[in-house]
């Protein structure tokens, strides 16, 4: 076993380490939400007759959110047990866990290229009936699967670098493609300096090719400044343990992000409903639910980002046997999660007409969207510590807590409460399934909590009194 050299996760004052991984970690994930509202919002001037189109791009997100959501996964377990192996000293473990991760985002990606091929059209076919629906969402759809090589070695590689504490890295390779993104959707959706008028197809490909350029930034930067982590395809051969390690811990957080497009496809059917009441309702329900997506993206991906930064301190301060640094990151991330979130529920509950100004609303969409953001906002307080203890509950081996959780939350609680509001005929009122939701969530997560903490952390304080008398004497 090659040792490593001490990674300042181990011995920076928690409160700055996690700051300073923290802060570019959120910076790019809201990078990352501002060109998906960039996307929608050029979507949305396609057509000023309707709202096709951007309904389309909304209808196709789980689709999106699944693939980054395996590719993200990939990434968690590949992230917890690198920084694992740096706490442990293991370099041996370190780079398995990053060559095996490739191999496994290789594998996915393969799989959703013969979805982009196949699968695109039966999905929206089944989801709405509105033929320009559909043609756009199935272009939209193919594109992104069949190029999805991008997205999965961004992610990837992103992780590789936030797993050794160089995350500031990160904030430049998403910055960068986001960057390429915002300018190319205009010229590609409208055609601009004489190129084809390619509609939705254009915002796919800016799409993809912002991905492509931050996976490119993102290799490059592994090469040449992260040496703890030694990237070379020679003899590699895949490793059956190394792999079932990975997706120990990351499949929970997959299964997570399907359960969450699961949860969007089946709301959208309930949200269709509402066609039967009033003629188009339904339609524009789901664009006011995808708008809502696009716009809660701005709250929750900086949260994402912290909680990226406290799986990576977490998993390598286990690895170390350190559990007051578990315990004092676990108490700041929880303080900053929750501080965002409380200013997101101030802005959507004062501006939600000028939120939904960009996406080019018509009067019906503001009457049935603005109550909608107001209701739905209510929760992100709760959600925000919910984020944080999943993110521990991975860094600790405990990712079937994370997934229970989003199970309970999504599917035992929120799509049945969505339905039998849905009885009452009055949409509104569907909205609040969100709260109701989320108030659960956080109950759960809080016992599972309390749970980790006896099970694993405590141990591990008294293991530490333990070896320290052991040294006295």
């Known amino acids: 076993m090659t040792s490593l050299k001490e990674n300042k996760m181990g011995v920076m004052p928690v409160g700055r380490l996690l700051f300073t991984m923290a802060l570019p970690m959120a910076l790019s994930m809201l990078v990352q939400a501002l060109y998906n509202v960039v996307d929608s919002i050029f979507v949305s001037r396609i057509s000023e007759a ?19 959501g395996v590719a993200s996964g990939i990434a968690v377990g590949v992230n917890a047990l690198l920084s694992r ?14 060559l095996n991760g490739m191999f496994l985002s290789f594998v996915s990606m393969v799989l959703f290229v013969l979805f982009g091929i196949f699968g695109a059209g039966v999905y929206m076919r089944s989801i709405t009936p509105n033929a320009r629906t559909v043609a756009y969402g199935t272009d939209y759809i193919r594109i992104i699967s069949i190029v999805s090589f991008g997205i999965f070695g961004e992610v990837l590689f992103e992780r590789l670098l936030q797993s050794t504490g160089r995350t500031a890295y990160t904030m430049l390779t998403q910055g960068v493609g986001a960057i390429i993104n915002i300018i190319l959707d205009p010229i590609l959706i409208f055609g601009w300096f004489g190129l084809p008028r390619l509609e939705v197809k254009g915002a796919a490909i800016a799409t993809v090719t912002g991905q492509i350029v931050a996976f490119t930034l993102a290799v490059i930067l592994n090469l040449k400044k992260n040496p703890e982590v ?55 329900g789901k664009t006011v639910f995808g708008a809502y997506f696009k716009l809660q993206s701005f709250v929750f991906m900086p949260v994402f980002g912290i909680n990226n930064a406290v799986l990576a301190i977490a998993a390598y301060n286990y690895g170390a046997k350190k559990p007051k640094r578990i315990t004092q990151v676990i108490r700041c991330g929880v303080l900053g999660a929750a501080t965002l979130m409380l200013i997101g529920i101030a802005v959507f509950q004062l501006l939600p007409e000028t939120l939904l100004g960009f996406f080019q609303p ?53 799509l049945p409460a969505a339905y039998l509001l849905s009885l009452a005929g009055n949409i509104d009122l569907v909205w609040l399934s969100f709260p109701i939701a989320e108030i659960m969530s956080l109950l759960v997560s809080a016992v599972m909590m309390i749970l980790v903490y006896r099970k694993i952390i405590k141990p591990l304080y008294q293991s530490s009194a333990v070896s320290a008398k052991e040294e006295e004497a």
């Open 85 to 98: 192996g740096l706490g442990e000293q293991n370099r041996d473990q370190v780079n398995r866990s990053a």
């Open 362 to 414: 018509d009067e019906e969409m503001l009457r049935v969207g603005v109550p909608a953001l107001r209701i739905m906002c209510l929760p992100f307080v709760f959600a925000g510590p919910c984020i944080i203890f999943g993110g521990v509950f991975q860094a600790l081996g405990k990712s079937l807590y994370s997934m229970f959780v989003s199970i309970a939350r999504q599917l035992v609680v929120l």
């Open 230 to 284: 030694q990237i070379s395809l020679r003899g590699f051969r895949p490793d059956g343990k190394m792999i079932c390690r990975i997706l120990g811990i990351g499949v929970p957080s997959m299964i997570m992000v399907a359960i969450g497009s699961l949860m969007n496809y089946a709301f959208n059917l309930v949200l269709g409903s509402f066609n039967r009441i009033s003629a188009g309702l339904g339609e524009v």
């Open 50 to 68: 309707d709202n096709d189109a951007l309904t389309a791009v909304s209808l196709a997100f789980p689709v999106q959110n699944i693939m980054i």
